[in-house]
């Protein structure tokens, strides 16, 4: 027989998803009241080719035919000859909610929470990844370099730098080679980390702490500290920065990262929660002698568990070069604290045993919001860290209360 209805709503509420997310909802209340609002003037250049009609509103028609009307009464005006020109509008919007502004920090909530996903099962295996951020970087190095190289090939590019085709490489071979190199070398670094804890039968914390300052400066090697950039539009505008909305084009809000966060926070809640692995990592969480003793393959599980963490990695890595268009050596700098702090926050027990997806993605839209939070409040950015630090030490002391007056919580 299923639970009675008082019993499941008990348990909703005293699910840590359900504070998560009441949390989420108190702080952007209170950065939509506190936070004020500022002008905003938005701007949209036309092509030449673009044939503009003034009336009760403005109809613009682009050399296909296609037509976009856009109301006066909304504040928009027309700058130009009738051919091509500038659209206009002046207003004020609030910092915080507006959707230009709501719609970036889920992107950048993206690139924290991906790989929030893959430390939940980390820590809740009873280990720790602090090398995530320079596997980060790593990755995103040498996803650069190939995708830089598929564009020179695409624009047959040649040694004294003359440009021989047009057009540049497309979306697919572009996605085949971002992914395909992005999570293959995070999963191999991932693999390197799992390999060496349970070969060497090393704390995953001095492991970890080792390959984060080796592959950090790694990442400075092949290009000499300089950044690389230079690939598809079709992998950057034409698919990760890719625009729903605005004007002619132009504007507009960017949904994949988010839509791929949030496939990530499905796939992890499937993964732990549904298969013979997800379920074994929380076995060997909660009493790894014992799971041992079981006949659970603890090693095994170990290695695929920090190959998976690295492969995620991998994916946000893609995610941050198809929408900043460019790889830097200083890209995913103190990520490994942002990681933590959303995985912690999230649920995951640090003693292992416990955390699930979903809260690991809330996790990393929370530490978003602080961000954003601090920023919209003109707080000195140098409290940051403080703040993230903070978050950790809360979120362990209340997970450790929780265990000791709800064991049966556990």
């Not at 602090?130 to 370099?145: H, K, P, Q």
């Not at 690939?231 to 034409?238: L, Q, V």
């Not at 912690?344 to 640090?350: K, T």
Request: glycine letters at 16%; proline letters at 3%.
């Amino acid at each position: 027989m299923g639970d009675n209805p008082s019993s499941f709503i008990k348990r909703v509420l005293l699910a840590q998803e359900s504070g998560l997310i009441l949390v989420i909802i108190l702080l952007m209340a209170l950065l939509t009241i506190f936070g004020g609002n500022k002008p905003r003037v938005d701007r949209v250049s036309l092509p030449d080719t673009s044939i503009v009609t003034e009336g009760p509103s403005i109809t613009v028609t682009d050399a296909a035919g296609k037509t976009e009307s856009l109301s006066t009464a909304e504040g928009w005006e027309y700058r130009g000859s009738g051919k091509g020109g500038t659209l206009i509008r002046k207003r004020e919007v609030n910092k915080f909610l507006d959707v230009d502004n709501l719609f970036l920090q889920l992107v950048y909530a993206s690139f924290i929470a991906v790989m929030a996903v893959g430390m939940t099962a980390i820590i809740a295996m009873g280990g720790i990844d602090l090398s995530i951020g320079s596997i980060y970087a790593v990755a995103a190095l040498f996803g650069a370099i190939a995708l830089h190289w598929l564009q020179g090939r695409a624009l047959g590019v040649g040694y004294d730098g003359a440009v021989t085709s047009s057009g540049g490489a497309g979306l697919i071979p572009s996605l085949a080679v971002g992914l395909g190199v992005c999570c293959t070398v995070g999963a191999i670094c991932g693999f390197i980390n799992g390999t060496m804890i349970v070969g060497l039968r090393v704390h995953p914390f001095i492991i970890t702490l080792g390959t984060m300052a080796a592959l950090r400066g790694l990442v400075a090697i092949p290009t000499k500290a300089q950044s690389v950039g230079n690939f598809p539009e079709a992998f950057t505008k034409g698919f990760f920065k890719l625009s729903i909305g605005g004007v002619n084009g132009v504007g507009g809000v960017n949904p994949i990262p988010p839509a791929i966060m949030l496939l990530t926070a499905i796939g992890g809640a499937f993964v732990l929660g549904k298969t013979v692995l997800g379920r074994r990592v929380y076995a060997i969480g909660g009493n790894e002698v014992a799971a041992g003793y079981a006949g659970i393959p603890v090693g095994r599980v170990k290695i695929a568990a920090f190959t998976i963490m690295g492969a995620l990695a991998g994916l946000s890595a893609t995610l941050y070069l198809g929408y900043f268009g460019a790889a830097e050596t200083a890209a995913g700098s103190g990520y490994e604290l942002k990681v933590i702090a959303a995985t912690v926050i999230g649920g995951a027990s640090l003693s292992g045993g416990r955390g699930t997806a979903f809260g690991a993605v809330l996790g990393g839209l929370l530490i978003q919001l602080i961000d954003n939070g601090m920023v919209i409040l003109n707080i000195d950015q140098n409290y940051n860290q403080i703040v993230m630090g903070a978050a950790i030490i809360i979120a362990v002391v209340l997970d450790q209360l929780k265990t000791r007056f709800f064991p049966q919580g556990r």
